[in-house]
């Protein structure tokens, strides 16, 4: 088990110049399978940096390691209705049923480090498995209600 919030601030390496790229800061989600789509980094200067997970060589106890900077996407080149937006970063969010139901408040997330799979939403109101997820948006985490 993997929760997002010990990821949080965990060093980004790059293995091709052994460079400090920057430290993890928030995640955007995608279903179908459900899994972490992208990584927002904390990076030098004012604004902030995304790469998408496919870019994630390993995902260490101690670090994340990418093959190059070169997948790096400033975040402000990114137009909102992109999946990798930070206003899809889920933490904090309403989680609601496809009918509209409250399931409480996105706290953590539960995660696969080796390929990015969520295994589940950790809500104010108890766990949601990934695989119920529909979407993430500005407002709200959309999943399926449970039967």
Not at 32 to 60: C, D, E, Y
Not at 91 to 101: D, H, I, N, Q, W
Request: with cysteine.
């Amino acid at each position: 088990m993997m929760l997002f919030s010990t990821a949080q601030g965990r060093t980004v390496i790059a293995l091709s110049t052994a460079e400090r790229l920057g430290t993890i800061a928030a995640c955007t989600l995608a279903p179908s399978p459900a899994h972490i789509s992208s990584l927002h980094l904390r990076t030098r200067g004012r604004h902030g940096h995304i790469m998408l997970w496919k870019n994630v060589q390993s995902f260490g106890e101690d670090a994340v390691t990418i093959r190059s900077a070169e997948g790096l996407k400033p975040e402000k080149e990114l137009e909102s209705t992109e999946e990798a937006h930070k206003s899809h970063d889920p933490l904090g969010k309403r989680v609601l049923t496809e009918s509209g139901e409250s399931m409480g408040i996105v706290e953590d997330i539960d995660f696969d480090e080796k390929d990015g799979s969520l295994r589940a939403l950790l809500t104010t109101e108890g766990k949601v498995p990934g695989d119920r997820l529909m979407g993430v948006g500005s407002y709200a985490v959309v999943v399926q209600r449970p039967e």
